[in-house]
Each structure stands twice: as C-alpha cells, then as structure tokens.
C-alpha cells in the first residue's frame, strides 16, 4: 500500500502547523537552534513491511468478491434488460411502463449496489491497514523520543508528491529516521 494513513497526514498537516508558528513567534536563529526537525518516509516502511503481503491478498481476495457480485447483479439486470426488449412490442402500454420503472429500479439498486461495493472496500482497507498504520506510528514515536526530535515530518503525500524539496546529505544522515524506525519494527 502506497497511501499514507490519515493520522500521518494529520501528523504532517500538524507538524507544518507548528513550524510556522514557531517560524513566526520565535526567532529565526532561535528555532534552528532549538528546534530538531526528522523526517520519515512511511511508504517505503509500508512496502518493506510483510504484513503487508497478507492485506494486499486479503484486499485483493474482497474485492474480487465483490467484483463478482456486481458483475453477477449486472448481468442479471442485462438479461432483464433484453427480456423486456424482446416482449416490450407485444406488450401493452400499462405494462410497458409498469416493466419500465421496474428496470429503472433494479438499474438504481445496481448503481447503489456498486457504490457500497466501494465503500465497502475502502471500510475494509481502513480495518486492515489501521493496526500496520498504528505499529509504524508507535515506531515512529519511539525513534523520534530517543532522538529527542521536536517534529517529524513525512516525505511525501499520499499521492507520492515530495513534500521536502531539498535535504542536505549531512542534515539527511542525521535526521532521516527512515531505516531507524523499520530497525525497530525489524524489518
């Protein structure tokens, strides 16, 4: 799964938060000088975790289930689709319009039916991505304690876009806690 977890987006939103406001009620050279700032790339920790293997498979396993089920009501209401076709011309007006609003409902509960298939999916990522989401962010609490970092920032938005532009390869060395976070989790 490439997509950060929400508590990681509200950590960043946060974090920027209370860097500008440091930025604008301390001094420059004050919060450079006081303030440590890490950052960390939970995609990468994501990838490189194994369960995550097995919610991918689990992902994949509902979503081919539901995909069945919605291909299944889809091509019911097709066959009752051209049912209707093949008698609409025989058969009376009252029934023709009857038959109608019959097909107009099995097309709506077709529509809600994949929009639940969808929320349903999402529902599911979220229960079995939460406790993943959960360990990396305790890990990540727990290096950024012990190397009494103020802010953690993440790298990257959950769209893959770069959030950091530029890092030197010293300030990198010292405050990239990637690898230090995924030896906690011993990955």
């Given at each position: 799964?490439?997509?950060?977890?929400?508590?990681?987006?509200?950590?960043?939103?946060?974090?920027?938060?209370?860097?500008?406001?440091?930025?604008?009620?301390?001094?420059?050279?004050?919060?450079?000088?006081d303030?440590?700032?890490?950052?960390?790339e939970?995609?990468?920790?994501?990838?490189?975790?194994?369960?995550?293997?097995?919610?991918?498979?689990?992902l994949?396993?509902?979503?081919?289930r539901?995909?069945?089920?919605?291909?299944?009501?889809?091509?019911?209401?097709?066959?009752?689709?051209?049912?209707?076709?093949?008698?609409?011309?025989?058969?009376?007006?009252?029934?023709?319009?009857?038959?109608?609003?019959?097909?107009?409902e099995?097309?709506?509960?077709?529509?809600?039916l994949?929009?639940?298939?969808?929320?349903?999916?999402?529902?599911?990522?979220?229960?079995?991505?939460?406790?993943?989401l959960?360990?990396?962010?305790?890990?990540?609490?727990?290096?950024?304690?012990?190397?009494?970092?103020?802010?953690?920032?993440?790298?990257?938005?959950?769209t893959?876009?770069v959030?950091?532009?530029?890092?030197s390869?010293?300030?990198?060395q010292?405050?990239d806690?990637?690898?230090?976070?995924?030896?906690?989790?011993?990955?």
């Amino acid at each position: 799964m490439k997509h950060p977890s929400i508590q990681t987006i509200k950590l960043f939103i946060f974090s920027v938060s209370v860097l500008f406001a440091g930025v604008l009620f301390t001094p420059t050279q004050a919060v450079s000088q006081d303030m440590k700032v890490g950052f960390v790339e939970p995609r990468i920790i994501l990838e490189r975790m194994p369960e995550m293997r097995a919610v991918q498979q689990r992902l994949q396993n509902f979503a081919d289930r539901k995909r069945t089920e919605l291909i299944e009501a889809e091509t019911n209401f097709q066959q009752q689709l051209q049912s209707y076709q093949e008698r609409a011309s025989v058969m009376s007006q009252t029934a023709r319009t009857t038959e109608e609003e019959r097909l107009a409902e099995v097309s709506a509960e077709l529509q809600q039916l994949q929009a639940t298939a969808e929320q349903e999916l999402a529902q599911r990522r979220a229960e079995l991505m939460s406790p993943i989401l959960q360990q990396i962010q305790d890990a990540i609490d727990a290096v950024a304690g012990e190397k009494r970092l103020d802010i953690v920032l993440n790298t990257t938005t959950s769209t893959g876009d770069v959030i950091i532009l530029y890092v030197s390869e010293e300030v990198r060395q010292q405050n990239d806690i990637t690898e230090a976070v995924m030896a906690r989790l011993e990955i």
